[in-house]
Every structure is written in structure tokens, then in C-alpha cells.
């Protein structure tokens, strides 16, 4: 089974500046498989970014997804308010369990 | 507009059965797709539990197999979960949620299911 450890656990920032949360696995991961999600309190979770850089539809420009093999970055250019939230991190395995998560990055105001 | 609805008890007693039902709209459940439930237990990160095809295949966790049956009702476009003997420990919000290889597109509003006595 494939790990994945994200870092910093907890990030606190002020909006306009940039964010960089990491996701690190333990074995390399193939980036069409590699996917970050948004989670504010009392909502589902929220797909930004699949196949390690490709935006979901309607996420803004300022949401980037980079990395190959164990290390995984999404990048927030320029914090807005309302991108405060938990990111995780999701790799899909062709080994079981199929989809693993991240423990999940807290981005909080500063 | 795909639409994802998670339904069922609120509570389950200690050694019971957790069922919950997903219902789809926007989309038939026979699209092709796989069809996933994820768990949150209070305060914590996401879990994966399993999955399902339209064709009836499925793939579970290992960590939680030898408890969990998804199945798959095409003529009402849903799909439901059931986790047998439940613990306190399976107390968590359920969200199903639409599978696009290799991600998760479409997420329920997720329920908030308690074990306890």
C-alpha cells in the first residue's frame, strides 16, 4: 500500500500570498494518478486538480498542481478568503486499497 | 448536473448494521463509471471503503473487506452500503461520490452516521 504524507500539517497565511502544500508517497506514483482536493467545514470535499496538474472544471488559474514520482505540490498563487480549508492528497493504486488519501493540510488564516 | 445523495439512519446500536443508499441523478448509473463510498471519521482525514461497476464488480479496502458488501440497483439509479458489525470506531460522515479513473469527481453532501447504544 502506498503512503502519502503531506506537509505542512498545519499552514497559516494571509490572503494574497502564496501557498505551497507538498504530498509526498512513499513509492512513486504515477501523475495520471495523483489528485488534490479542497474540504471546507461541513462540506464534501471538492476535486481541484487530477492527473497531477490538470484543473477540474470551473477551479481558478490560481490553483496549480506539479510533481512526478514521490513528490506532489499544489501551489495557490494568490490566497482569496474563501481558500481556506483542508487539502488532501489522493493517489489511485492498482493494488489494493484503490484510492489512498493524505493525511490533509490545514491552510489557515494568519 | 450530476447529483449524488446520500440517505439512511442517523444512528446504528453497537454490533449492528450500518445501510446506507446513494441516489444519482444527472447521470445513469449504468454510464459506465465506478461508483465509491469514502468515510470521515469526526475531526479526521478521508477513507476510502469501496466501489462499485455498473456491471456489478466491485473493489473493497482490505482494512475493511471482510465487513463491507456495496451493491447496485440500475433500475432506481442508486447504490448502498452496508457495514456489518459496527463499532464505535465506525462512527464517521459516509459520502458517496462518482469515480473517474483515477479520481473522484461527483461527492454526495456526505451523512453523519453515530454508533451507539
Known amino acids: 500500500e502506498i503512503v502519502l504524507t503531506q506537509s505542512p500539517g498545519t499552514l497559516s497565511l494571509s490572503p494574497g500570498e502564496r501557498a505551497t502544500l507538498s504530498c509526498g508517497a512513499s513509492?512513486?506514483?504515477?501523475?495520471?494518478?495523483l489528485a488534490w482536493y479542497q474540504q471546507k467545514p461541513g462540506q464534501a470535499p471538492r476535486l481541484l486538480i487530477y492527473?497531477?496538474?490538470s484543473r477540474a472544471t470551473g477551479i481558478p488559474d490560481r490553483f496549480s498542481g506539479s510533481g512526478s514520482g514521490t513528490d506532489f505540490t499544489l501551489t495557490i498563487s494568490r490566497l482569496e478568503p474563501e481558500d481556506f480549508a483542508v487539502y488532501y492528497c489522493?493517489?489511485?493504486?492498482?493494488?489494493?486499497?484503490?484510492?489512498?488519501f493524505g493525511q490533509g493540510t490545514k491552510l489557515d488564516i494568519k | 448536473q450530476v447529483q449524488l445523495q446520500e440517505s439512511g439512519p442517523g444512528l446504528v446500536k453497537p454490533s449492528g448494521t450500518l445501510s446506507l443508499t446513494c441516489a444519482v441523478s444527472?447521470?445513469?448509473?449504468?454510464?459506465?463509471?465506478?461508483w465509491s463510498w469514502v468515510r470521515q471519521p469526526p475531526g479526521k482525514g478521508l477513507e476510502w471503503i469501496g466501489e462499485?461497476?455498473?456491471?456489478?464488480?466491485?473493489n473493497y479496502n482490505p482494512s475493511l473487506k471482510s465487513r463491507v458488501t456495496i451493491s447496485i440497483d440500475k433500475s432506481e439509479n442508486q447504490f448502498s452500503l452496508k457495514v456489518n458489525s459496527v463499532t464505535a470506531a465506525d462512527t464517521a460522515v459516509y459520502y458517496c461520490?462518482?469515480?473517474?479513473?483515477?479520481?473522484?469527481?461527483?461527492w454526495g453532501q456526505g451523512t453523519l452516521v453515530t454508533v451507539s447504544s
Open positions: 461520490a462518482r469515480a473517474v479513473r483515477y479520481y473522484l469527481d461527483y
Open positions: 444527472g447521470v445513469s448509473i449504468s454510464s459506465g463509471n465506478w
Open positions: 462499485i461497476h455498473h456491471s456489478g464488480r466491485t
Open positions: 513509492q512513486s506514483v504515477s501523475s495520471s494518478y
Open positions: 492527473g497531477a496538474s
Open positions: 489522493q493517489q489511485y493504486g492498482t493494488s489494493f486499497p484503490v484510492y489512498t
